[in-house]
């Protein structure tokens, strides 16, 4: 099976950097996905790390260190409208079934 | 502008009753997902499909739950008979192939009372 996990609540400030955090345990890894879900919304797709190392996009990087089974999320330049959930997935033993983890509650403060 | 289409959005329901949970994938994807979201449990993965065959449904209480793709363009997620415990919101999710993206509908949020 594949387990998770992540802070549950995170707070900077508007302007600031922010690293969430995800280590996991599973069988048959193949990749990291981060999702970002606002309050009564979906989760959207953010990054994905399917080799070891940085992926950047924007304002947002996503890390992957397969031998320490850790990966995170970078946000730089936060704004109001980051605050939000933010999940890490991971890619299962059937290459596709998505396995969330607990979520990271963003809070970005003015 | 291709997304996953849910229907109904929402659902209030008496304990016991059917409720079915409707979910259209992006037309041309092969993989369908149904999470279901409580704060209590986070996102759980219930059913996954490829190809319209189930091929993980661990996940799914199989003794009142019951997943289906009648046809590429449908999959459904079935609970009979309800409980309150059931009440969440549920995601249908599609993807292509072996990408890395899975696409979320807006879910069904279900009460049952």
């Known amino acids: 099976g594949q387990s998770l996990e992540q802070p549950s609540e995170v707070t900077a400030v508007e302007g600031a950097i922010v690293q969430i955090n995800c280590t996991y345990q599973t069988s048959g890894f193949y990749g990291l996905s981060w999702y970002q879900q606002h309050d009564g919304g979906a989760p959207t797709f953010l990054s994905y790390?399917?080799?070891?190392g940085l992926e950047e996009t924007g304002r947002f990087s996503s890390f992957l260190s397969r031998s320490d089974s850790y990966g995170y999320l970078l946000l730089q330049e936060l704004q109001m409208k980051d605050s939000a959930s933010y999940f890490c997935a991971v890619r299962g033993i059937y290459g596709q079934n998505f396995v969330f983890g607990p979520g990271t509650r963003l809070s970005v403060l003015p | 502008d291709a997304r996953v289409t849910q229907t109904p959005r929402d659902k209030v329901t008496e304990m016991g009753q059917e409720v079915t949970m409707r979910c259209q994938p992006i037309l041309g994807h092969n993989t369908v997902f149904w999470y279901r979201q409580t704060m209590m449990q986070g996102l759980e993965l219930l059913a996954y499909?490829?190809?319209?065959?189930?091929?993980?449904d661990s996940g799914m209480p199989k003794d009142r739950f019951s997943a289906e793709m009648p046809d590429a363009t449908l999959a459904t997620l079935k609970i009979q008979p309800s409980e309150p415990r059931d009440s969440a919101v549920y995601f249908c999710?599609?993807?292509?192939?072996?990408?890395?993206?899975?696409?979320f509908g807006q879910g069904t949020r279900l009460t049952v009372v």
């Open positions: 499909f490829r190809n319209r065959a189930p091929l993980d």
């Open positions: 790390n399917g080799l070891d």
């Open positions: 999710a599609s993807g292509l192939g072996d990408s890395y993206e899975a696409f």
